[in-house]
């Protein structure tokens, strides 16, 4: 048996600059398919950690074996006797010369042959000679290329390629075709490509990660993104500031630097009357700048940039140019900002003819109409003001047209919000504006002012109609309209806001305002997307810690519709399934319902007639007749109240009834009439409990 050592495997892959957003993905997809390899190979180990920077791939293994383990493989062969030819072609598969070669035993069901064959183990240096090249023509690059006339890909030029097991270099290579060759295994890398460019040779990874960090190389991606936090941190607050949380842009310019400088800069004071939204935008998607708030948090004129280079001046010359090259970002934004005010949004309306919302669905000033529509009517079942929120539809898309908006798309509604306010919209219909995209996912705010609330449903709905209406649904796989988080964020909406709607009517009000904008759209859609918010309502349930079987038990009564209701109604659901009565109840259920189906089936007829109770024979099915006949009396008007724990309460004093039934009373009984009677007694279970929820539904 081979013994397991602390060998240790380090390759690093060093390239020219690999784009930010792929680097941490490409590592883990590189370790993946090491480990993969590995565990093929039979090599165990006892970690692995891969690293990433701009320019290297790095994984480290710990604890390997010297070599594989000898494995034994057993084949087993015809009966001891078989026809020559049953022999001849079992050796052959086996790769044996004669039988001689074969152990014969006794299995029980006759003796058989069987061929052992040993196979020795390998040196585990030549397995990773092998593993390695493999998995870097394996590892997926949303886009690679090959240069020179190399006929390998990666996703930049390769360089080098350390490959060390134990502190040796492995005997191998990556073959990059052409007249190129292959990059030969080795042990050396090079450091920060200007402030320490030189070649290094490395023994280990400890020695490795010592040497990077010599030649200014932080090698760790969180090492680096805490450095660049605390060190923005510290900036600011030196100026009585804080950082603007921007988590997005710290992964990403982790990745653009290996040798984290932070510095600040000064934005002029001119620009700071634009929108902050815009400001920050423009500095994050064009520069990789980090904006700072000041006490009232508010942007400050500051702004954050990280370089990868460290200089003589402390860093002065670099901040100058960046400064310069972001007043020229700003005034062009700036420009924009100015330009758009000098036309209302409510002119730019017409405009919204020319964009398209989608081929069969019309123009986005289509939508706006039916939006408004739409808007109106739910403003009025939420008691908010259909006037404010018919203006705020009619305007809600209308910054799309803007200079600002086509140049950061992100500020969209945002921008619409400030157009708005300085053209003396209300701030109802101002708010409205901004909030009409959202909640955009789980992590987004969700609008509470009605108006807002109004207009983002309508917004949401008559996009989730349309799409459904010309069978653009979503698959297991594609949902190229977002077609799930638009349901989610209809969910989020009602739910955290309380609002007592009716979504099938909501959906008619939609399917109409699609006829009177001249759109023929299918007549099914309602029923399509109650199924479709039932598979979404679990989604947001199951995050909550509600089962989705009880979802489906509800939803499976019909024509539920008020999702307010029906969580109550689950909620109530899944307290008293988690209960012993409940529990019990549910059995009783099952177990009734399985014995009516079966004979059901048997006698060809149906047992949903009411009960004869002059035909009750026994104190037992006599208690559970007036249980639950009491159990339907009282649930009726709580279910009404809408009293759904007060419901289950009620179905709970069955509990004892539905026992002592089953422990006492034989169903199938010789006498037709009193079997039939109490087989409509069981049914009667049945309808009891699923005047709540569909008990067949629920699992276990």
Not at 254 to 271: H, Q, R
Not at 651 to 677: I, Q, S, Y
Request: proline share 4%; net charge negative; glycine share 8%.
């Amino acid at each position: 048996m081979a013994q397991i050592l602390n060998n240790e495997l380090l390759i690093e892959v060093f390239s020219e600059e690999i784009p930010a957003r792929m680097q941490a993905k490409a590592a883990l997809d590189f370790r993946r398919l090491i480990v993969e390899k590995l565990a093929a190979a039979g090599l165990g180990f006892q970690a692995a950690v891969e690293q990433s920077t701009p320019r290297r791939i790095a994984l480290v293994v710990n604890g390997l074996p010297d070599r594989t383990e000898d494995v034994k493989e057993e084949k087993k062969g015809p009966r001891v006797g078989s026809p020559e030819q049953a022999v001849a072609g079992f050796l052959k598969s086996a790769g044996l010369d004669s039988l001689d070669q074969c152990e014969q035993r006794d299995t029980g069901k006759g003796v058989f042959y069987f061929a052992v064959t040993e196979k020795k183990g390998r040196e585990t240096a030549q397995v990773l000679a092998e593993i390695i090249p493999a998995a870097m023509a394996e590892l997926p690059w949303p886009k690679s290329m090959r240069w020179g006339t190399g006929t390998a890909r990666w996703v930049r030029p390769l360089h080098s390629i350390i490959a060390l097991f134990g502190g040796r270099v492995l005997d191998g290579g990556y073959d990059i075709g052409g007249t190129q060759g292959r990059i030969v295994f080795g042990n050396g890398t090079r450091g920060h490509r200007f402030l320490a460019p030189d070649a290094f040779t490395v023994e280990s990874f400890a020695d490795y990660k010592e040497k990077l960090r010599t030649a200014k190389v932080v090698l760790g991606r969180e090492e680096r993104k805490a450095k660049i936090k605390a060190d923005a941190e510290t900036l600011a607050k030196a100026q009585g500031l804080t950082l603007s949380p921007d988590d997005a842009l710290l992964e990403e310019v982790a990745g653009l630097v290996e040798w984290p400088v932070v510095l600040m800069g000064s934005i002029d004071e001119s620009f700071m009357d634009v929108p902050s939204e815009v400001l920050i935008t423009s500095m994050r998607t064009h520069q990789k700048y980090f904006a700072v708030l000041d006490a009232e948090a508010k942007m400050a004129p500051r702004f954050i940039v990280v370089a990868n280079t460290e200089t003589l001046d402390g860093g002065k010359a670099v901040v100058a140019g960046n400064e310069r090259v972001l007043r020229a970002r700003l005034s062009d934004a700036k420009f924009f900002w100015d330009q758009d005010r000098k036309t209302k949004l409510e002119a730019r309306v017409p405009a919204l003819e020319k964009i398209t919302f989608h081929a069969k669905l019309g123009t986005v000033a289509e939508k706006v109409t039916r939006v408004q529509l739409l808007a109106a009517e739910i403003a009025r079942a939420i008691g908010a003001d259909s006037d404010a929120a018919s203006r705020a539809a009619l305007l809600c898309k209308a910054d799309l047209v803007t200079e600002v908006v086509g140049e950061f798309p992100e500020v969209q509604g945002i921008m619409g919000r400030y157009y708005a306010l300085g053209q003396g919209e209300s701030a109802d219909v101002a708010n409205a504006i901004a909030d009409h995209y959202k909640p955009l996912g789980p992590s987004d705010s969700c609008p509470t002012a009605p108006v807002s609330v109004s207009v983002a449903l309508a917004d949401k709905i008559d996009t989730l109609v349309g799409f459904f209406a010309i069978d653009e649904k979503p698959t297991g796989s594609k949902d190229p309209y977002a077609l799930r988080r638009a349901a989610l964020g209809v969910i989020r909406l009602v739910l955290e806001n309380g609002l007592r709607v009716k979504l099938g009517d909501i959906f008619a009000a939609a399917h109409g305002a699609y006829k009177v904008s001249g759109f023929a759209p299918a007549d099914n859609v309602g029923g399509d997307l109650m199924s479709f918010f039932a598979d979404r309502l679990k989604v947001v349930l199951r995050e909550q810690g509600v089962r989705h079987d009880l979802v489906d038990a509800v939803f499976a009564l019909g024509g539920e519709d008020d999702l307010v209701r029906l969580l109550a109604r689950v909620k109530a659901l899944q307290a008293f399934v988690g209960s012993d009565e409940g529990a019990n109840l549910a059995a009783a259920y099952k177990r009734a319902s399985n014995i009516v189906r079966i004979e059901e089936k048997k006698d060809g007829a149906s047992f949903d007639q009411p009960v004869d109770a002059d035909r009750l024979a026994q104190d037992e099915e006599k208690a559970l007749f007036a249980a639950l006949n009491e159990a339907s009396a009282t649930a009726k008007p709580l279910l009404d109240a809408e009293d759904f724990t007060g419901t289950m309460a009620a179905l709970a004093k069955l509990r004892g009834p539905v026992d002592a039934f089953f422990d006492k009373v034989t169903v199938n009984a010789e006498d037709k009439d009193l079997r039939a009677n109490r087989l409509r007694l069981l049914t009667q279970i049945r309808t009891t409990l699923n005047a709540v929820a569909d008990f067949s539904k629920i699992e276990g």
